[in-house]
């Protein structure tokens, strides 16, 4: 029985609890592997599979307890059981027992694990029946009785035969052997001179006396009277060059006596003298190779048998035959359970053994359809037989393997299956397809080999590249694809499958390269036309809200002129800007941008009106922040303003309505810092003449030009910042200052670490943070730091102090506290740093 269950995990604190978690598959508890085993009936063997899951903890051992059905109470059988296996003693014979384990690790003892009810009997039977094969050697007071093993021991070894005879005119058996013997023959003694006997024969066990075999004919107890007859054929069976190799059948009659022997005798064809070629007292075996004849000689050949009053009859070979080298193809005897295929599990091993027959010898190859044979194959070649021997299978041995004989009259072949009950293969060409910024499509094809048994399902698992262990996504994966999904957007991935059958979780397939966990960027925003001539235009967007989990690589602009219908690529830039050149005046186009990262193209964002390629032209415009301008007397007055107008527009500057004289400026280089210097200028006109020197500009000290650190922030930022959950939050400010300061950004206080989701960037004059995918965690207080080089100064403190932030839920109540506008301080620090800090509170929702 299995039952599946889904565990969820709830985390608690002083606020409450948290949304529960649940495991991404269900754990299964597991019944006994295999039922209690009953070895006899006081003992049997328990087995059982180790726990699916450990409890994060090694298992130490196991307890094992028992009860009788009767009863309720449960014994302790064993506290320290260290493997998957146990043998019980000491039980009752006819009780019925129920036995339970349970898992232990440092934290405890596990659920446990019934089994079945058992009854305790012995699991044997009585043995079979032998069968008598021959009773020969008879005398006047004894004959020898051979018989075989029954075809069943009844499940345990055989202990005794036991030998019984019955007079022909007796009724009654009488048992001829008192001590035990294990032996499969055995001489009966004490006969009655002239008297029949039939015999019989049964086997024990320790279990008991099984049938007896069938009773034997009826055999007389004499001493034998006469020679016996000739064996019943002889045939050749072999021949070669130098050798014949002949076979007969018994006697009919044996005179009264057991065959001793036979004798082989041979004659050339031409003479009448024979020659005996076996040894005086006979063989004791129906076949003969006679040796050292010569090649086409003609001969005859005759046997006769042997018993205790001498040679028999003769039975003459029927012609002549000469020695010669006889050929005949190869043969292979395979036997019907070879033909049915080998099952043997995980662990186990395989022994092919096959006879066959050839002349001449012939040529032995053993092959495997589906691969080379490995290195634990153990091959034996003899003259008549051949065996395959593999050790410690598993299922990479499962296949067919094929037999060839091949000698000079021919070639034959046999396949014998094996299959190996064992766990799956890996599956095959696992690919990564359908890669999102939070998901990923796995597709595989099935384990070349299934171990044996049907695939259950597959179990799929995924692993970050920055960690070692995998993590599990699913165990009840039915097909060949799965969808993983919840995935870390921007973070690198690799995946594993494996197929399960009745036998466990087979070999993994990896992928061999991480999968980042992104798509391509999503459309740019608005497309702009910044300015178009007769062969340019310059375009401007916005970025995309989202770049699919991957930086942006760049973008690309693509043209379409009127009158065709294929878009093609004008350029490729890094930034939101692009001019395209090579235009035709007067010509019309059609403009779109497409972004780009590691996963491809995005959508085309379109122009939304064609251009035309012409010049621009625009009325000049100032663009001017104030009219009027102060400055402390000896300072420098540095004025700029933004002029736009096409064409270029000419820059005059006048003061009270007169031009400006243009003035010279040079850079002195090579002086000492802190020292003091005065300057005087003298003019030289082309004819090489010189004027009189300046005044003296007065003493100067050389000193860098320093600027405090400053900045300046939209008012927007004034109010609490409120962003919903998902969405980005940007921060930025003009930054000025002599030499450019130093930025960074504080939240709480703390300096903020950049991740993927956190974008800083500092330009020449502005400083900007994007965060991404906002949370709950980042609700809080930031700030923006400028440090330069600036002195010692402290600055009063401006504006009131600055707000408190407060969480918002999705219905969000009115803020505990009022939250105030942001703060502009500067103050001063060690040494000669000046910080400057602008506060902002951020609320998120």
């Known amino acids: 029985m299995e039952e599946e269950y889904v565990f969820r995990v709830t985390a608690i604190n002083d606020k409450g609890k948290s949304d529960p978690k649940a495991l991404t598959g269900p754990v299964m508890t597991k019944d006994l592997v295999y039922e209690p085993d009953v070895l006899a009936e006081d003992r049997c063997t328990l087995s059982w599979s180790a726990p699916l899951h450990d409890g994060g903890n090694p298992i130490t051992h196991y307890v094992i307890e028992r009860r009788e059905t009767s009863r309720l109470a449960w014994t302790v059988v064993s506290n320290s059981c260290s493997t998957t296996c146990h043998k019980v003693t000491k039980l009752l014979e006819g009780n019925e027992y129920i036995f339970r384990v349970m898992a232990v690790n440092s934290y405890g003892i596990s659920e446990p694990l019934e089994s079945s009810p058992v009854t305790m ?9 032998p069968h008598i094969e021959n009773i020969c050697d008879i005398s006047h007071d004894g004959m020898t009785i051979t018989w075989s093993a029954p075809d069943s021991d009844g499940g345990t070894e055989i202990t005794n035969y036991i030998i019984e005879k019955k007079d022909r005119a007796g009724i009654k058996w009488t048992r001829c052997n008192r001590q035990k013997i294990t032996d499969l023959s055995f001489r009966v003694t004490g006969l009655s001179t002239e008297h029949e006997y039939e015999f019989r024969v049964a086997a024990e066990n320790i279990v008991g006396v099984g049938e007896p075999s069938l009773s034997s004919s009826y055999y007389k107890a004499c001493d034998p009277k006469y020679k016996p007859s000739a064996p019943t054929y002889v045939n050749v069976v072999d021949s070669t060059k130098t050798s014949i190799t002949v076979s007969w059948g018994k006697p009919l009659f044996d005179g009264g006596s057991d065959i001793q022997g036979y004798i082989v005798e041979v004659c050339k064809d031409e003479e009448e003298e024979w020659t005996m070629v076996t040894p005086p007292t006979g063989l004791r075996v129906n076949k003969y190779e006679i040796t050292k004849l010569t090649e086409g000689q003609e001969y005859k050949i005759r046997v006769c048998a042997l018993n205790k009053l001498g040679v028999g009859e003769p039975i003459s070979l029927s012609g002549t ?37 050839g002349r001449p010898a012939p040529e032995i190859t053993w092959t495997k359809d589906e691969g080379n044979l490995t290195e634990k194959t153990v091959i034996e070649k003899a003259v008549n037989f051949t065996q395959l021997s593999i050790d410690s299978c598993d299922r990479n041995d499962s296949g067919k393997y094929t037999l060839s004989l091949t000698n000079t009259s021919g070639c034959v072949s046999e396949v014998v299956s094996v299959k190996v009950l064992d766990t799956p293969g890996a599956p095959q060409n696992l690919v990564v397809k359908n890669v999102k910024r939070d998901s990923v499509t796995l597709e595989w094809n099935v384990p070349l080999n299934d171990g044996g048994s049907k695939i259950r399902n597959y179990v799929i698992e995924k692993r970050e590249s920055t960690r070692k262990a995998y993590a599990n996504v699913s165990t009840k994966c039915l097909k060949t694809t799965f969808n993983v999904e919840n995935l870390i957007e921007g973070a690198l991935y690799y995946f594993r499958v494996m197929a399960e059958n009745e036998y466990g979780i087979g070999q993994a397939v990896e992928t061999k390269t991480a999968s980042k966990a992104s798509e391509v960027p999503l459309p740019v925003g608005k497309v702009f036309l910044t300015d178009v001539t007769k062969t340019s235009a310059t375009l401007a967007w916005e970025k995309p809200e989202h770049d699919g989990g991957s930086r942006i690589g760049g973008y690309l602009i693509e043209m379409l002129p009127k009158g065709t219908d294929k878009w093609g690529v004008a350029t490729n830039t890094k930034t939101c800007e692009g001019n395209v050149t090579g235009l035709t005046a007067g010509a019309e186009y059609q403009f ?22 012409s010049d621009m032209t625009m009325e000049p415009i100032i663009k001017m922040q104030f009219n009027t301008y102060t400055v402390l007397a000896g300072k420098d007055l540095k004025l700029e303003f933004n002029v736009l107008g096409r064409p270029k527009p000419k820059v005059n500057w006048t003061k009270n309505g007169q031009p400006l004289k243009v003035t010279s400026r040079y850079i002195v280089t090579g002086l000492t810092e802190k020292e003091q210097y005065e300057f005087r200028v003298t003019a030289r006109n082309a004819a090489g003449v010189f004027s009189e020197p300046s005044d003296s500009s007065g003493p100067i000290t050389a000193t860098d030009e320093i600027e405090a650190p400053r900045a300046s922030m939209d008012p927007k930022y004034k109010d609490v910042i409120v962003v919903n959950a998902g969405d980005s939050l940007l921060l930025d400010g003009d930054i000025y200052g002599k030499p450019l300061p130093d930025v960074f950004w504080l939240k709480e206080g703390k300096e903020i670490e950049r991740t993927f989701r956190i974008e800083v960037k500092t330009m020449q004059k502005r400083a900007t943070m994007t965060i991404k995918d906002v949370t709950k965690l980042d609700c809080g207080k930031y700030e923006l730091v400028l440090k330069n080089l600036g002195g010692t100064k402290l600055l009063a ?6 707000g408190r ?4 839920h999705p219905n969000p109540a009115p803020c505990p506290e009022s939250c ?18 602008y506060t902002t509170p951020v609320i998120c929702r």
């Open 805 to 808: 932030g407060e969480l918002l």
């Open 321 to 357: 035959i000469k020695p010669e080298e006889k050929f005949e193809p190869p043969q292979i005897h395979l036997d019907s359970e070879l033909r049915k295929g080998i099952t043997v599990k995980a662990g186990g091993s395989v022994k092919i053994h096959i006879p066959f027959k």
């Open 592 to 613: 779109r941008i497409v972004a780009y990262n590691e996963k491809g193209k995005s959508e085309p964002r379109v122009l939304a009106a064609p251009v035309i390629a």
């Open 820 to 837: 105030g506008p942001p703060t502009f301080r500067t103050a001063s620090a060690p040494g000669d740093v000046l910080n400057v800090v």
């Open 797 to 802: 403190r401006t504006g009131p102090a600055p």
């Open 121 to 129: 009997r012995t699991p044997f039977v009585p043995p079979g029946s």
